[in-house]
Nanobody, 126 residues
Framework: QVQLVESGGGLVQAGDSLRLSCAVSGLTFSSVSMGWFRQVPGKERDFVAT???????????YYADSVKGRFTVSRDNVKNTVYLQMNSLKPEDTAVYYC????????????????WGQGTQVTVSS
């Protein structure tokens, strides 16, 4: 079955960096779109970033305005892993971060994704 396992979360100070990883198994990783979302308790899940295939060797990325220029999404199709490099972290980035798989074209809408990881907590102190 399809499994997504996130790692890399933790407690950091404002201005620090973290890299989240999401290892995927049970599907043809190179052909799916991958998304990162985050959620704060009591609030809706928000789109963070996505990376999707546009040709045999090319991928395209999209970011939420709130993270553009600070976060970078990438993938390693040999390791079946997607990454979220987070720089210049701010207290408002504190959330549980989830990776998700979507078959077909990418989307900003979480309810269009097919599989989800368990989430990893990121806490940024001021």
């Amino acid at each position: 079955q399809v499994q997504l396992v996130e790692s890399g979360g933790g407690l950091v100070q404002a201005g620090d960096s973290l890299r989240l990883s999401c290892a995927v198994s049970g599907l043809t990783f190179s052909s799916v779109s991958m998304g990162w979302f985050r959620q704060v308790p009591g609030k809706e899940r928000d789109f963070v970033a996505t990376i999707s295939r546009i040709s045999r060797i090319s991928y395209i990325t999209y970011y939420a305005d709130s993270v553009k220029g600070r976060f970078t999404v990438s993938r390693d199709n040999v390791k079946n892993t997607v990454y979220l490099q987070m720089n210049s972290l701010k207290p408002e980035d504190t959330a549980v971060y989830y990776c998700a798989v979507k078959y077909g074209t990418t989307s900003y809408e979480g309810n269009e994704y097919d599989y989800w990881g368990q989430g990893t907590q990121v806490t940024v102190s001021s």
